[in-house]
């Protein structure tokens, strides 16, 4: 079975402008996470979708936003990028429920000038 | 509020030592899953284990041993006859057993096995 795939692998991006992440996960998984990976901040979730819904959001502004599709892949969008959003983001997705594991993609490296 | 600590930020052992991660959490939960994840170099978070609140028992899966105290809030992880291959970045995780799926990460642990 596939793993979890994210694209871009690496982006560059100045600052003011906007990003779409794309994230495709594992056939049969229908919830899908996002996390944001800083040296200074760790790992922090983002948010997390089911069934085209955003069930779950941790505490980011809302130029951080997201869509899940009917097939289950789902793309985050940054808007009006700024510095401190260069980082790595991960998706991770799970079957159904919250007792499932999640299980991470490569990330995309976003580096934000 | 959920919080994992992982007081290690960095060790370093020479192949074929026996190596302990430590991690401790906290959570009012009486239901909670802990996850550990192994991030090489690459970057991609490999799942290693998930222990559910309910189940205490340890586990041993090769060279992998992990020990799950409630007692004492812990859930260490040790590998045994380490490996350079082993080098990476270890990161303990909590989930709550509700309906909200946010994993809590420590801030991780960097294992450097030097052959």
């Excluded at chain 1, 983002?46 to 097939?71: D, M, V």
């Excluded at chain 2, 490996?83 to 709550?96: M, T």
Aim: net charge positive; with cysteine.
């Amino acid at each position: 079975k596939a793993g979890v795939t994210q694209t871009p692998r690496y982006l560059i991006k100045t600052r003011g402008q906007q990003v779409t992440l794309s994230c495709s996960p594992i056939s049969g998984h229908r919830s899908v996470s996002w996390y944001q990976q800083t040296p200074g901040q760790g790992l922090q979730f983002l948010f997390e979708y089911f069934s085209e819904t955003q069930r779950n959001k941790g505490n980011f502004p809302g130029r951080f936003s997201g869509r899940q599709f009917s097939n289950s892949r789902s793309e985050m969008n940054v808007s009006t990028l700024e510095l401190g959003d260069s980082a790595l983001y991960l998706c991770a997705s799970s079957l159904v429920s919250v007792q499932d594991t999640q299980y991470f993609g490569p990330g995309t490296r976003l580096t934000v000038l | 509020a959920q919080k994992v600590t992982q007081a290690q930020t960095e060790i370093s052992v020479v192949e074929k030592e026996d190596v302990t991660l430590d991690c401790v959490y906290e959570t009012r939960d009486t239901t909670y899953y802990l996850f550990w994840y192994k991030q090489p170099p690459s970057g991609e978070l490999v799942f290693l284990i998930r222990r559910n609140s309910f189940d205490e028992q340890n586990e041993i899966s090769g060279r992998y041993s992990w020990n799950f105290q409630k007692s004492t809030s812990s859930f260490n992880f040790t590998i045994t006859a380490s490996q350079v291959v082993d080098s990476a970045v270890y990161f303990c995780a909590l989930r709550y057993g509700g309906s909200n799926y946010k994993l809590t990460f420590g801030k991780g642990t960097l294992l450097t096995v030097n052959p």
